[in-house]
């Protein structure tokens, strides 16, 4: 459905690929319920056309895209990234999308810009999830990016995913990829681009700041509170191969990115 | 006979929710993370069968049936059993075997070291729960056997510490649990009872 160039080799991986049904059928996307399967089951009742996304905050060219915009002014790659969730399972997914640097260009960032902030679409009710009275996230979504880091070009605008528009459990209609990070730094179904000057609060870290460091980049080195990170289960796993694996410094791509963090102690900096 | 039946199809029934999860696990009818959903499902019917075994006092005390009595051994044994299979899930997906990390998971974790001791507290009841057991350790076995009081306290945390953003569930279990302990206080302490 989507037409994408395959993308350069280095955005590229050999590893075999999580099938379509596992990609889109074992999501976390909190909005629409806790369990893996939720999403998948209650995610249709998101409305995802019209959509637009607000780009404001320290940039000279504030402004708002329609999807179509995004569609049709960006050029689409397909590219294989590793996913890593910080709950220590995996997959290998070829998305379609476009360098989020890209896009950010085009409002022209501002000199005094240093962080992104991004948020999820909030609208309760086509939200289950955001009707718990238990869950205790405080919505809607927000995640951030160091402006160095948005800039990068592994990080990744995405609008699909096998070659097919995005399911909407996977974060439809647009979504961030950064494969260096623990996938909850992937925010999906963004409304909201804010350029600023100060590290955004995200709502995981805002949550349990203990547990989820605003970096939150992949390492094997550094637990998480509750449970190791030293090994990941790449799905799909089987109870006769487990599929355990090693997990990968920045998940693999620490040749690519590890000079943004040069000097910077990762234990402190999680 | 009435009773043989119903205590067999008692039996069955606690068996299906094991007979689910291993016809899944080998069809990979499980989704692409079994390890998961086996690691929730063995938890939750440990804990409700624990919460089941405790609930066969007050159920006799309330309607005089003898026959639950009866139940109690069976149901305290399989809250063990799948407490046995949701630790063999861990070391087979989690540990991949290793005494090694199983030591600093246990040393480092306090979720992991809560629900271990709660299985440990559960062995020495599986052990002794024969009519033999019972016979020799007479006073002693009844004193032994409150260890299943501690055991679903620490179920109940194990399972609250790792609720992530949404802790519903762990509380329903906790309330629970915090019911069918507070009745046997009341009866420990008569004094309550008539507050």
């Known amino acids: 459905e989507l037409a994408a160039a395959a993308g350069p080799e280095a955005f590229q991986t050999d590893e075999k690929l999580t099938p379509y049904g596992d990609v889109s059928g074992y999501n976390n996307f909190y909005e629409f319920g806790t369990d893996k399967s939720d999403p998948a089951r209650n995610a249709h009742t998101m409305t995802t056309d019209p959509w637009s996304v607000e780009v404001g905050g320290l940039v000279n060219k504030p402004g708002k895209l329609y999807l179509e915009d995004i569609l049709g002014s960006f050029d689409l790659e397909e590219r294989t990234y590793r996913l890593r969730c910080v709950e220590a399972w995996s997959m290998v997914i070829p998305w379609v999308g ?13 000199s005094d810009a240093k962080f992104v902030e991004f948020r999820t679409l909030y609208r309760p009710d086509e939200m289950s999830g955001t009707r718990s009275l238990t869950s205790i996230i405080d919505w ?7 402006l160095d880091e ?8 995405a609008v699909g995913l096998y070659g097919k528009t995005l399911p909407n459990q996977n974060g439809a209609p647009l979504r961030l ?4 990070k623990y996938g909850f730094k992937s925010i999906k179904s963004i409304v909201s681009i804010n350029l600023v000057d100060r590290q955004p609060a995200t709502s995981w870290q805002t949550l349990a700041p203990r547990e989820y460091g605003f970096y939150s980049n992949v390492n094997p080195e550094v637990d998480h509170p509750r449970w190791s990170q030293r090994y990941e289960r790449r799905l799909p796993s089987t109870l006769f191969s487990p599929n355990r694996i090693a997990t990968r410094m920045f998940n693999g791509y620490e040749a690519q990115v590890a000079e943004l963090y040069q000097g910077m102690d990762l234990r402190k900096y999680y | 006979m009435r009773d043989k039946l119903i205590r067999l199809g008692i039996f069955l029934l606690c068996l299906v929710p094991f007979a689910v999860l291993l016809k899944g696990a080998v069809t990979g009818g499980l989704g692409p993370d079994p390890a998961k959903t086996i690691m929730l499902e063995t938890g939750e019917w440990s804990l409700r069968l624990l919460a089941l075994t405790l609930l066969v006092s007050p159920l006799r005390q309330w309607t ?10 069976m149901l305290g044994l399989y809250a063990f059993f799948y407490a046995c299979v949701h630790l063999a899930t861990f070391a087979h997906f989690y540990l991949g075997w290793s005494g090694s990390i199983l030591l600093e998971e246990l040393a480092e974790r306090p979720y992991i070291t ?27 076995w009844q004193r032994l056997h409150r260890l299943i009081y501690p055991a679903a306290v620490l179920a109940c945390l194990h399972l609250l510490w790792q609720a992530r953003s949404d802790i519903g569930e762990a509380l329903v279990y906790i309330v629970i649990v915090a019911a069918l302990l507070g009745w046997r206080l009341r009866t420990f302490w008569p004094g309550l009872a008539k507050a």
């Open chain 1, 150 to 157: 948005a800039m990068h070009p592994l990080t990744l605008l």
């Open chain 1, 177 to 180: 990829v950064v494969p260096w």
């Open chain 2, 64 to 73: 005089g049936w003898s026959l639950v009595m009866r139940l109690r051994r």
């Open chain 1, 98 to 110: 476009f360098p989020l640097a890209d896009l950010l260009q085009r409002f022209e960032p501002g």
């Open chain 1, 140 to 146: 809607p979504y927000r995640e951030g990016l160091r």
């Open chain 2, 114 to 140: 809560v629900g271990f001791a709660a299985w440990s507290l559960l062995l020495p009841l599986a052990l002794t729960s024969t009519r033999g057991w019972q016979r020799r350790l007479r006073r002693n």
